[in-house]
């Protein structure tokens, strides 16, 4: 099993920029790809960012890429996602995932392990 329990929502006003942290706990944490999904209010659940185990390689979804970066910090059991030049739109609640392989990553199915997630809300 592994927990994860994500930190740094917030309000924030359009432009501003806000850390999200992941902690992890349980088994193994380095070795699984770990990725950031969102739901704003009346959407479905959609994939924002990930990174595969050791960090090297990364993949955003195309309307965050520039602004958003994912990050992950292995001694610590910890990832991160730093969001830039926020905009009214990006208001959602943010929930870590993980899993084993660092393919189809965008797809919530296959996504193993869920946190609680934490509301970001954007102000314009």
């Known amino acids: 099993q592994v927990q994860l329990v994500e930190f740094g929502g917030g309000l924030v006003q359009a432009g501003g920029s806000l850390r999200l942290s992941c902690a992890a706990s349980?088994?193994?944490?380095?070795?699984?790809?770990m990725a950031w999904f969102r739901q704003g209010p009346g959407k479905e659940r959609e994939f924002v960012a990930a990174?595969?185990?050791?960090?090297?390689?990364?993949y955003y979804a195309a309307s965050m890429k520039g602004r958003f970066t994912i990050s992950r910090d292995n001694a610590k059991n910890t990832v991160y996602l730093q969001m830039n030049s926020l905009k009214p739109e990006d208001t959602a609640v943010y929930y870590c995932?993980?899993?084993?392989?660092?393919?189809?990553?965008?797809?919530?199915?296959?996504?193993?392990?869920w946190g609680q997630g934490t509301q970001v809300t954007v102000s314009s």
């Open positions: 990174i595969e185990w050791s960090g090297s390689d990364t």
């Open positions: 349980g088994r193994t944490f380095s070795i699984y790809s």
């Open positions: 995932a993980a899993k084993r392989t660092f393919t189809g990553v965008t797809a919530t199915n296959d996504y193993e392990y």
